[in-house]
């Protein structure tokens, strides 16, 4: 077991004991500085932050881990150029080749860099998003003054409830149904970045895979955010398969693959991801048939001989395609042997839905 997994483990059981007990309480005990830390660090930033001089939403979690930020992102994108702005991504680019110096990933005409400089995200949302300007950097102050030049009249900050430097129209705060407090404690006792007060700067709440939990579990999430938050309006979303796109049109930003087309498409599953089993799922839903899989690691980097082996247990299964992830698409940009491949790749995109409708959500630029 690995220590992640132990610590993960920990923060979940609520009856630890013997040595169990003894390594909460050295967490706890370093939970409290982080949070002094935090609170300290947050209060000096907040006084000195920068005016964008447009409009800036910001969306974010209060908790470590993935909360769905990137197809919200994207989703929120659309919706505001179909309202008449021209928005603009920045985004810290973690791990990327621009983080440190910064720079244009897409000026919204053209993608300007590779996916290794850009960052899988930032990537991934230039090649959905040709319209929409791209800008990673860990210096968001920088990156949202190139957005203006490049002609953008607002804002999306993405992952930005912890970046206090740049001020804020809205921030929209995004909490996942199966874990959405993390565990009430802050790093590294629990996942919360934040304390939990920290959530009265919300404009909206959303609950996302919201379909992956009981109605009443919703309902609870909402009476206590009423509490934390008193006011502060909720909505929630779900992650839906919306079309399967053939590898070659999804890399050229051609988006078109209606699902209705693959409906009982024997499919054989590849990912890279933290957990293939939802993905599984997803595609059951999109209408595949799924007879096979080749699941590697969160965050694998994939190889040539990784798409042969595929391509080979798929034959073997009797594929009649291979389906990915966007995450992992992006991934695989540099890899000849996709496009050589005897069983034809299909890219299975996802997209952010509001079961409860958007006029909460179209509500948070009406007034900017």
Excluded at 137 to 161: N, P, T
């Amino acid at each position: 077991m690995s220590l992640e997994s132990y610590v993960t483990g920990l923060m979940k059981n609520p009856h630890p004991s013997g040595k169990d007990r003894l390594v909460l309480s050295i967490l706890e005990s370093l939970e409290g500085i982080y949070l002094s830390q935090v609170t300290k660090k947050q209060k000096a930033a907040a006084s000195h932050a920068l005016n964008a001089g447009i409009p800036v939403i910001s969306v974010g979690n209060i908790t470590a881990g993935g909360t769905g930020k990137t197809p919200c992102i994207i989703r929120l994108a659309e919706l505001l150029t179909e309202a008449g702005y021209h928005p603009a991504i920045i985004s810290r680019g973690y791990r990327s080749g621009l983080e440190k110096q910064g720079g244009i990933v897409s000026d919204g005409k053209e993608i300007l860099v590779s996916q290794q400089m850009a960052g899988d995200e930032p990537y991934m949302m230039a090649l959905k998003l040709p319209s929409v300007p791209i800008l990673v950097g860990k210096d968001r102050i920088v990156s949202a003054e190139r957005a203006r030049r490049l002609g953008a009249d607002l804002l999306l900050l993405d992952d930005g409830f912890q970046y206090w430097k740049l001020q804020r129209d809205r921030d929209l705060i995004l909490l996942d149904a199966t874990n959405p407090f993390g565990y009430d404690h802050a790093l590294p006792r629990g996942l919360l970045r934040e304390p939990l007060s920290a959530l009265k700067r919300a404009a909206l709440f959303i609950i996302t895979k919201s379909d992956q939990v009981e109605p009443s579990k919703i309902e609870e999430i909402k009476k206590r955010l009423e509490k934390l938050a008193p006011g502060i309006p909720v909505t929630t979303s779900c992650h839906s398969p919306a079309k399967a796109v053939p590898y070659d049109d999804w890399k050229s930003r051609y988006h078109e693959g209606p699902l209705s087309l693959m409906k009982g498409k024997r499919a054989y599953l590849m990912s890279g991801i933290g957990n293939p089993a939802a993905f599984a799922e997803t595609a059951r839903e999109a209408g595949f048939i799924p007879v096979g899989e080749m699941a590697f690691d969160d965050h694998h980097s994939y190889t040539e001989e990784d798409i042969r082996k595929c391509d080979s247990e798929a034959l073997s299964s009797g594929a009649d395609c291979i389906v990915i992830t966007e995450k992992d698409a992006v991934k695989m940009m540099k890899l000849q042997s996709i496009h050589e491949s005897e069983v034809p790749f299909y890219v299975l995109e996802i997209e952010m839905t509001f079961p409860e409708g958007l006029t909460l959500l179209e509500k948070q630029w009406e007034d900017l």
